[in-house]
């Protein structure tokens, strides 16, 4: 136990000498079944934005969306990190967290990978919840599910430029645009639903609102 121990002191260490950042926890867990997960680190950078530190052995592709999902489910927990920084550095740095800029500075692999997208996932967020009554969000391990009855939505965490959505709709009444919507019936995906959104600009997403409503209203 006491060799564990020091191999989270040693990762605490790094997160607070190599990037900057202002330590909070070790192993944070997030979610609250059984497709939640654990980050590995989570700290608070100078600029009082929260950061998200996966520690990987070589190389892995998919720490970028992993650790964009996490940053995702801290941008929609906002009550349980200020809970933790207020515990952690007090009661004026809780109440000062900006996180507008979360998405510039918010997720790192040990080794300096950075995404730029978490603003972006608030957005679609906010779409989604407020497209009708009823509507929930569940965080699943690979992508976050908003429900009616049923989930009618999965929002991909961003890849590179673009975040992806899946929607539940019949692809025969969704018209696939070139780089913008496709039917991916048949193809491995995490999330349920045949139609692909790909969103690259907010006005993507001003158009994709109508998609989200008849998806909801397909459940």
Known sequence: ????SRVLRGRDLCVETMLGVSFLASEYV?????DGGRIDSLGIDENGSP?????KRGTDSGVINQGLSYMSWLVAHRDAFRTLVRER????????????????????QQGGALAELAEAVQAVDEALLGVGDGVTRVQRKQYVAYQRLYDFACAIPPRQTKLLVYLKANPKTVDLIPGYTR???????????NPEVQLRTERDLVRARDLFRLSYAAV
């Open 1 to 4: 136990m006491g060799r564990i």
């Open 30 to 34: 997030v979610g609250c079944d059984g």
């Open 51 to 55: 950061v998200v530190v996966e520690h």
């Open 89 to 108: 550095l007090g009661a004026m740095v809780a109440c000062q967290i900006p996180w507008s800029a979360a998405g510039q500075r918010g997720v790192r």
């Open 183 to 193: 039917n991916v019936t048949g193809l491995g995906h995490h999330g349920t639903g």
